[in-house]
């Protein structure tokens, strides 16, 4: 079973460095197994989605999944793959962050249960806050050598100047110790014998192998661990990123159908390489989907059934079915009708980066034609004349409802008592915002 889980994590791409003995040990019996996460924001994006798979994926093998909130971490930084230095958090920030990452990581994990490997929830800080300096500096700086420490890829790239580099502090220097120590505890207060994490925590993460070995002897010293790649696009660009920032996981910074519509827009290459990733989907279900996608790629089977599972998994199934119904609207034979019920966030959503104009209760209170609501009220079109040229070609729509010069605008085309749709051909959307 649980050289299946390595197996497993193999060919869905999310093997990137795994320590001899590692395979073996997970093989033996149910080990337990932490990832940390920093709080440097009080949600996560889909970054962090792939730490949170892996700790599902390890949980559904029958090992025992932890999660670790660096509450102390966070108060310094850490340097891996950053070329200055982080600033500070204050503890109010902190302390905000951190418990907006519980929150989150209990959706995906069920920290109550009763299950002989249930997750496990930490926070680092509740180890970390009593140890005063010279303890730890006897204790545990004693135990690795600063040859050793800067022979990591992390404090090296700092050292020697790459990327824009302005060297690094003693704080950040001390993160993999404390890093290190964070597994040292784990392993001695609850038998944690491997640490996962992303690919750029290699050099973290065996630091915390190292201290465990060296402050340990025997079978006490045995620890193990497994990184995950980072994740990229096929065209090089940043994953997790759209032209509006990060794509969280909680709908107050990320709504559900920008996140769907997140998957939905991935291109093919990536498609396939995602579904493997980020879904729990088995081997045999996705061979058929990249299959059936390669001989009918304008349907786009793959991202479609990406969107579903990922949506899904981080929110619900009724927050997938609307985000898909909200994306099928503007190609809907009943337009005017389905349109109306969304509800007004949602719909605002799919009109983003619409060009908008308001008018009053008033100017709709007789009627108001369309002439006026395409120049003179709104400015969507240069001129009365080319409003009703436009007209007369018949390419102005009201809700999608192809409308004449004589059409007037009132309450009854109003779509959640306020927004009126027009188009101008097919390329050209207006919102009319009626206050």
């Avoid at 059934?305 to 909200?326: G, I, P, Q, Y």
Wanted: charged residues 25%.
């Amino acid at each position: 079973m649980a050289n299946k889980f390595v197996d497993d994590l193999r060919w869905r791409g999310m093997v990137h460095d795994i320590m001899p003995g590692t395979e073996d040990q997970l093989s033996k019996e149910s080990t337990t197994a932490y990832i940390g996460f920093d709080p440097t924001s009080d949600s996560l994006h889909i970054g962090s989605l792939v730490p949170i798979i892996l700790l599902v994926h390890l949980e559904k093998a029958g090992h025992k999944p932890m999660a670790l909130v660096g509450g102390a971490t966070g108060m310094i930084g850490d340097p891996s793959g950053k070329s200055d230095e982080r600033n500070l958090l204050n503890e109010e920030t902190l302390n905000k962050n951190v418990a907006g990452i519980k929150r989150v990581l209990s959706r995906f994990l069920d920290f109550n249960s009763n299950a002989a490997n249930a997750p496990v929830l930490v926070n680092n800080y509740d180890w970390m806050k009593n140890f005063s300096f010279i303890d730890f500096a006897r204790d545990v700086g004693k135990r690795i050598t600063v040859n050793y420490m800067m022979s990591k890829d992390s404090v090296k790239k700092r050292f020697s100047g790459d990327e824009g580099s302005v060297g690094m502090s003693f704080t950040e220097f001390t993160y993999q110790l404390i890093q290190g120590y964070d597994f040292y505890y784990l392993h001695k207060n609850y038998n944690c014998l491997l640490q996962m994490g992303g690919s750029d925590q290699w050099g973290n993460i065996t630091t915390g192998t190292e201290l465990v070995r060296r402050m340990n002897v025997g079978e006490e010293a045995k620890a193990f661990a497994m990184t995950c790649p980072l994740i990229t696009k096929a065209d090089g660009s940043k994953f997790g990123k759209s032209e509006g920032g990060n794509i969280w996981l909680d709908t107050d910074k990320t709504s559900v159908y920008k996140f769907y519509q997140f998957w939905l827009n991935t291109s093919d290459e990536d498609a396939e390489k995602y579904i493997k990733i980020f879904t729990f989907l088995d081997k045999k279900i996705i061979t058929a989907l990249i299959e059936e996608h390669k001989n009918m790629p304008h349907l786009r089977l793959l991202q479609k059934r990406l969107a579903e599972e990922v949506t899904t998994f981080v929110h619900s199934k009724e927050d997938f079915e609307n985000a898909e119904k909200a994306s099928n609207i503007l190609f809907s034979k009943s337009f005017k009708e389905d349109i109306k019920t969304l509800d007004e966030a949602t719909f605002l959503d799919v009109f983003e980066g619409v060009p908008q104009a308001e008018i009053s209760q008033e100017d709709i209170h007789e009627g108001l034609d369309m002439i006026a609501a395409l120049s003179a009220k709104t400015n969507f079109l240069a001129s009365n004349s080319e409003a009703r040229r436009a007209l007369k070609e018949n390419a102005v729509s009201v809700n999608k409802e192809k409308v004449t010069e004589d059409y007037k605008l009132t309450s009854e085309d109003l779509i959640n008592n306020k927004y009126i749709i027009l188009n101008k051909g097919k390329k050209n959307t207006y919102i009319v915002k009626v206050s």
